[in-house]
């Protein structure tokens, strides 16, 4: 009776799928895969024809994903509820995470590391393979190979396919998020996992010899956590291990030590696959499939702008075939992400001596880890100018020169500023590491301690927390009262610059213009490796030359036509006093712990123009003001039986 059930079972299973391509066949829309598209996978697949996986093999290349998770020419499949496409294949291939293999830096890079230590090429190479083309590294280590390198990989499709449809889909749920730095541990059972219940299973079964299935494991920063968390080994300057490891990277942990893990339940997913709600038919020409929600997308977009554009410049030269619109909207979605998502600002104005202008930067990361984060290289820069209205130049830091290094920092680095009150001051987000001696370095393998780590953490990050071992604040830093810090309590996110302009007898009126200035690749980061020689580093030095090697603009804020001798006076704002808006309400609220009398308050716009006194005479801790009736940034101007000081506030109108 059971095996009637099961073979009756069995038989609507396959009556469904018959169904469904004999629909599709009599409404003349495509086959399932036809001819051009079985021609294309041989391609992809060296040849070989389309069909299930070989047996030993454990992956397939994204080409024999592509025909259903790829463009949809009926426009059914793979588009939101408004139809425009936004298929996993299209929107993966140009990612970071697709070129990872290919990636002419990380081939530079690892050439320069083998040419520091060339009796470690072979562990070394096998290593970085492990991340960067794991499904090639995986499936040689499985049959016995003790090495994979990049002569391994040249040779090899899938590794050549890099972190690919199966890289992440066949991690198994095992032990996940308790191994690292390549140790990935993948279901060998041909499954593909994935984030929706009750899959279809016919159709990738037969054709590909996978199996779908559901776990939740799919939707968890553990996923990453293999590959995004990486500890090395260190040497001395004779390739000799000392016995002490390296965390060159750690943007799990940083998401660990973040609010984004303890109470936002947001995960790496959230922001690098954007989710939309819509209802997605995931897979192209099969009439059975019910849409899914919630969808994410697989841009992977992340910080690496300079990278992926250089990639798209270079694609030919480096075996890749992806259609530069493709580039451009994984250039766009990178972008918004650098520019929209990553960090907030504010610039201050925080009182006027008779020969001083005090001012402060308020930069909040809104990233789930630290800023920058990831690969050691990566760097952001506070510029600040302050012009008069005319043009002339009272102050500048941060500024970069006609090579895209920027001017008069420290020849070894720049250390972490609280107050900057000097233009050869520059206050630099990023990564120092040091060899055995307290050298900096940049070879990989020779990083023995961290020399200085002010990265901005995200909200939530402590250190007394159990990974704060993996991803230390390193370096003046740690003493900056306004580093990750409200009031001594750790966590805030963010870090105030404190700028102290000498004024030298101007009289303004002045302008002020803040950003945050992003680098993935700056010139002192790929200096040492271009003394040196290989085909890899050759082949980058002449891609990584002809570039646009211009700094993105992350953040930015200004403050314009400022009119000095009508705000002049007063010292360092109290740490007592400050003014906040009250959104949506037209008031502002002065807070006054400190009870220091408040003789008035005076609002201008950023434009310089003065509004009416209101008299306020008080010493209460909270003291309301009504602002103008229309939204934007006003300067608001108290003055106390301590001096005047200027607050600026953003007032949103009232709906």
């Known amino acids: 009776m059971q095996q009637s059930k099961l073979l009756l079972a069995l038989l609507t299973v396959f009556s469904a799928v018959a169904i469904s391509f004999s629909s599709l066949r009599k409404d003349e829309v495509k086959t399932f895969h036809t001819l051009k598209e079985r021609e294309q996978f041989a391609r992809l697949n060296e040849g070989k024809p389309l069909g299930p996986i070989e047996p030993g093999q454990y992956f397939l290349t994204s080409g024999h994903c592509k025909g259903c998770h790829g463009y949809d020419t009926t426009h059914l499949a793979n588009v939101d509820a408004n139809g425009v496409d936004i298929n996993l294949y299209d929107d993966w291939e140009t990612s970071m995470m697709a070129n990872s293999a290919k990636d002419p830096l990380w081939r530079a890079k690892v050439s320069h590391e083998i040419l520091i230590n060339p009796g470690h090429a072979e562990e070394l190479q096998t290593k970085c393979t492990s991340c960067h083309a794991p499904m090639g590294h995986f499936t040689a280590v499985f049959h016995g190979e003790t090495y994979y390198t990049l002569t391994d990989l040249y040779a090899d499709t899938l590794g050549l396919n890099g972190v690919s449809c199966g890289s992440c889909h066949m991690i198994s749920p095992q032990n996940l998020g308790t191994t690292f730095s390549g140790d990935l541990h993948y279901d060998t059972s041909k499954v593909e996992y994935g984030p929706f219940g009750d899959p279809f299973v016919g159709p990738m079964q037969l054709y590909e010899g996978l199996t779908p299935e559901f776990s939740d494991h799919m939707f968890t920063s553990q996923v990453c956590s293999g590959c995004h968390t990486l500890i090395t080994k260190s040497v001395d300057l004779n390739g000799n291990f000392t016995g002490n490891t390296f965390v060159e990277q750690a943007t799990f942990h940083e998401w660990l030590n973040s609010v984004f893990s303890q109470d936002d339940g947001k995960v790496c997913q959230t922001c690098h696959m954007p989710q939309i709600e819509d209802g997605v038919i995931i897979a192209n020409n099969i009439l059975a499939l019910d849409p899914r929600s919630p969808f994410n997308q697989h841009q992977f977009a992340g910080g690496n702008y300079f990278m992926v554009n250089l990639i798209k410049q270079n694609k030919d030269s480096l075996g890749i075939t992806a259609p530069d619109v493709n580039f451009d909207s994984t250039l766009a979605a990178t972008y918004r992400m650098l520019t929209q998502q990553s960090l907030d600002v504010q610039l201050n104005l925080d009182s006027i001596s008779t020969d001083t202008a005090f001012l402060s930067f308020r930069i909040t990361n809104n990233a789930g880890h630290k800023f920058p984060s990831g690969y050691p290289s990566r760097r952001a820069v506070v510029q600040l100018i302050v012009t008069t209205t005319a043009g002339d130049t009272v102050f500048q830091s941060g500024v970069f020169d006609s090579n895209n290094e920027v001017k008069n920092i420290d020849a070894a680095y720049e250390t972490h500023y609280n107050v900057i009150s000097d233009p050869h001051q520059v206050q630099i987000y990023e990564m120092i590491m040091g060899d055995v001696n307290g050298d900096v370095t940049t070879v990989l393998e020779r990083a023995d301690q961290l020399l200085k780590d002010n990265r901005i953490p995200p909200e939530g990050f402590v250190t007394n927390s159990p990974v704060y071992d993996t991803v230390q604040i390193a370096g003046s830093a740690l003493d900056d009262p306004d580093f990750n810090k409200t009031n001594n309590t750790e966590g805030s996110g963010r870090d105030i610059v404190h700028y102290h302009i000498a004024l030298d007898g101007i009289s303004g009126p002045l302008n002020l213009y803040a950003k945050v200035l992003y680098q993935s690749v700056p010139p002192r ?24 090697g211009s700094p993105i603009v992350a953040a930015h804020d200004s403050l314009l036509n400022i009119n000095l001798p009508t705000l002049a006076a007063g010292s360092v704002t109290p740490a007592a006093l400050s003014v906040i ?33 209101i008299a306020i005479n008080s010493q209460s801790r909270s003291i309301p003001i009504s602002l103008p009736a229309n939204g934007g940034i006003y300067l608001i101007e108290l003055t106390t039986d301590q001096g005047r000081f200027v607050y600026k506030i953003f007032n949103a109108i009232k709906r």
Not at 525 to 548: C, G, H, K, P, T
Not at 596 to 602: F, K
């Open 525 to 548: 980061w790929v200096e040492d490796m271009f003394n040196y020689s290989s085909n890899e580093i050759d082949a980058f030095r002449q891609m990584y030359l002809a570039a646009d």
């Open 581 to 613: 808006s009250v959104p949506g309400s037209g008031l502002a609220m002065i807070e006054n712990s400190g009870a220091i009398l408040i003789h008035a308050a005076t609002i201008y716009g950023t434009d310089g123009k003065k509004g009416a006194a």
